[in-house]
């Protein structure tokens, strides 16, 4: 299953959610990872799949799987918890994936936001190659406030700057509301998320501009130019760039990851996960705005959708998760058959 592959106008196949996600774990295990990891891989990149995140769903597969080849990354790694104060937590992932990482920290997490009013948690010698919304989510469906930011490879030429840097270092936010799923973003720093490009390189597309720069520093709509030795820009200029030094402070510096360019994969041919960190803010609202919280977020919905906002951050993910929960997983029969042959089906 190639990343460069074009996939245009091919017949697709209908798959539910529970069988992709039986698949994926199959998967894992059959390329490198024990059971509790491949468990909780597959049901991450189930999920973006599930939910029309395609730049995270399948298509990360192959960097799954070349970067478990590689030796790169250790897919039976059992991270080690710390608990190192009333509202602080230290995940040390052991240099494996950084979602067993958050797992084997949440419940204790919840509860340490339920009892202090905040809590924090940080990631280190980790991997995180998914989206970050499915890390944030769950918290708000628990009534809970969540932010969560990870820095990855260097790919970003800071404002200003005449090399790349940061990484796409994404932000994600969750927080409930009363009358409806969660609020939810998930938003790249960079002006596109890496795997967009590289999806636009797959398919033929041309990027809008402002995308990205070749590897002479010019100015470029051509994905393959920013993928052979470009670099992406900031979004926003000066602001995004500012909010991507932050990341790399808080998902790093302050968690004892990698900055995004402190590692070296070199001696890891097909390495494709960014060794980094990552950090967790949880809130419990109910310590500061008590039950009304959830009101308040619905009003501030309801009063968006009165300013004539018609879209509103997560819509489109909630859309596409019923229909998939109703009708399948539209996937590209080809792609999925390659899935079932890596499985061993």
Known sequence: MSAQSPIVDLPCALIGFNDLVALLHALFIKHGTSPEVA?????NCASAERDGAHSHGIFRIP???????????NGHAVPRVTDVASGFLRVDACNGFAQPALEAARALLVDKARSAGIALLAIHNSHHFAALWPDVEPFAEEGLVALSVVNSMTCVVPHGADRPLFGTNPIAFAAPRADGPPIVF???????????????????ERLPPGMGVDSLGQPTQDPRAVLEGGALLPFGGHKGSALS????????????????????????PGARTPWTGQLLIVIDPSKTAGQSFAERSQELVRQMHAAGLRRLPGDRRHRTRAKSLEAGIEI?????QQLRELAGE
């Open 63 to 73: 960097g799954y799987l070349s970067t478990l080849a590689s030796g790169w990354v």
């Open 332 to 336: 590209d029969a080809k792609a999925l």
């Open 39 to 43: 468990a909780i891989l597959a049901h």
């Open 186 to 204: 998930d938003l790249a720093t960079s002006a596109i998320a890496h795997g967009d490009v590289q999806i636009a390189a797959r398919n033929g």
């Open 245 to 268: 030094m932050m990341v790399e402070l808080l998902a790093a510096a302050l968690t004892g990851g990698n900055f995004s360019f402190e590692f070296n994969w070199a001696d890891h």
